[in-house]
Nanobody
Framework: QVQLKESGGGSVQAGGSLKLSCLGSHSPHCMAWVRQVPGQEREAVATIRKDGTMTYASDSIKGRFSISRDDDRHMLYLQIDSLKPEDSAMYYC???????????????????WGQGTQVTVSS
């Protein structure tokens, strides 16, 4: 069983930055940041494998988001710069021990999820 807990969300103005953190009880092979706006589908914004291989949802996100992990501390991070109102969402940390690790892979394959941290960006 892997427990995940996110922190670092908040309310910021457009153009600002936030660093989200996720503390885990373990560091599985694949970890991801997933966001969801009420009434919309979940979206994987970034994934990172234990070997450091990363994927991002789009070039736009890749230019503003940076995923990283510290397995010694069981931590996952998401640095978000140049925040836009459309980035407003609940951000979840997700993890799994096995399987393909990429933003376009089935989100239901993630075994472990945190409770989420809210990011709100005002214009």
């Amino acid at each position: 069983q892997v427990q995940l807990k996110e922190s670092g969300g908040g309310s910021v103005q457009a153009g600002g930055s936030l660093k989200l953190s996720c503390l885990g009880s373990h560091s599985p092979h694949c970890m991801a940041w997933v966001r969801q706006v009420p009434g919309q589908e979940r979206e994987a914004v970034a994934t990172i494998r234990k070997d450091g291989t990363m994927t991002y949802a789009s070039d736009s996100i890749k230019g503003r988001f940076s995923i990283s992990r510290d397995d010694d501390r069981h931590m996952l991070y998401l640095q978000i710069d140049s925040l836009k109102p459309e980035d407003s969402a609940m951000y979840y940390c997700a993890a799994k021990w096995f399987g393909r690790c990429a933003v376009d892979y089935d989100l239901d394959a993630y075994t472990y999820w945190g409770q989420g941290t809210q990011v709100t960006v005002s214009s």
